[in-house]
T-cell receptor
Framework: DAGVTQSPTHLIKTRGQQVTLRCSPI?????VSWYQQVLGQGPQFIFQ???????GRGNFPDRFSARQFPNYSSELNVNALLLGDSALYLC????????????FGSGTQLSVL | GQNIDQPTEMTATEGAIVQINCTYQ??????LFWYQQHAGEAPTFLSY????GLEEKGRFSSFLSRSKGYSYLLLKELQMKDSASYLC????????????FGSGTQLTVLP
């Protein structure tokens, strides 16, 4: 079975632009979470979705938004990119998102110039 | 909020045993995870502790003391492929749905 898949793997944008990152969870998993990992740091929670509804939001500005589709895939959107948004964006899936281990994708490396 | 501390770097020799410590300060507790992350790859699940004590899984063991806010990951019979970052994460007590990660411990295994 395929694991969590994310696209694209790498992305280069300039300040002020907008970006959309995509994630497909493991088959049968209905919950998707997004994390931001800055170089040398641990992942930081951004959002969690379950059954197309937002179940949790981390301490990120409104420039960050996400959604989940009926097939449980998800998109993370970031508007008005800043240099500080350069990071590895990780998607994780689980069956219900409650008290379970997370399965992570390999991430999208975003560079903002 | 939550604060999780773990050493930034550790070095050990192939075949040896290494212990990676993690301390946390939280207003509550809802489980602690250890993940392994090789450079450029996805974090992969190693262990989960919610009760005090030792959980053993092959060459990897994890220990938890809730009263001390302390956990460690023990790696035995180190192999070169164990060189990676090891992430300690605590499940948020106010929401069972998010993990708060430490900054990770970069382990280098030398021949």
């Amino acid at each position: 079975d395929a694991g969590v898949t994310q696209s694209p793997t790498h992305l280069i944008k300039t300040r002020g632009q907008q970006v959309t990152l995509r994630c497909s969870p493991i088959s049968g998993h209905k919950s998707v979470s997004w994390y931001q990992q800055v170089l040398g740091q641990g992942p930081q929670f951004i959002f969690q979705y379950y059954e197309k509804e937002e179940r949790g939001r981390g301490n990120f500005p409104d420039r960050f938004s996400a959604r989940q589709f009926p097939n449980y895939s998800s998109e993370l959107n970031v508007n008005a990119l800043l240099l500080g948004d350069s990071a590895l964006y990780l998607c994780a899936s689980s069956i219900t998102g409650e008290r379970e281990k997370l399965f992570f994708g390999s991430g999208t490396q975003l560079s903002v110039l | 909020g939550q604060n999780i501390d773990q050493p930034t770097e550790m070095t050990a020799t192939e075949g040896a045993i290494v212990q990676i410590n993690c301390t946390y300060q939280t207003s509550g507790f809802n489980g602690l995870f250890w993940y392994q992350q090789h450079a450029g790859e996805a974090p992969t699940f190693l262990s989960y502790n919610v009760l005090d004590g030792l959980e053993e899984k092959g060459r990897f063991s994890s220990f938890l003391s809730r009263s001390k806010g302390y956990s460690y990951l023990l790696l035995k019979e180190l192999q070169m492929k164990d060189s990676a970052s090891y992430l300690c994460a605590v499940r948020d007590p106010s929401s069972a749905r998010q993990l708060t990660f430490g900054s990770g411990t970069q382990l280098t295994v030398l021949p």
